[in-house]
């Protein structure tokens, strides 16, 4: 038997480990290689200020999806 959501939650993983490749490797390095190092870390400051809101809203639903999974218990 094939186990879907073990499949489902590896890739969404895989998908989010990418983009965020992309994001501070590809993205940063061409800030890096056009612009310079100062600029780079610039490009580093907004990145993590841009996903610093995700998180935080991530972070929401986890907390709640936790606390409905104890509360569905009793």
Do not use: E, H
Not at 12 to 35: E, H, K, S, T
Not at 45 to 64: D, Y
């Amino acid at each position: 038997m094939r186990d879907l959501r073990k499949y489902a939650r590896q890739t969404n993983v895989r998908l989010i480990a990418g983009a965020l490749f992309l994001l501070f490797i590809v993205g940063d390095g061409l800030i890096y290689l056009i612009y310079g190092p100062s600029a780079a870390l610039m490009g580093l400051l907004c990145i993590f200020a841009g996903l610093v809101p995700l998180v935080l809203v991530l972070l929401a639903i986890l907390i709640i999806d936790w606390v409905a999974k104890r509360v569905d218990r009793d």
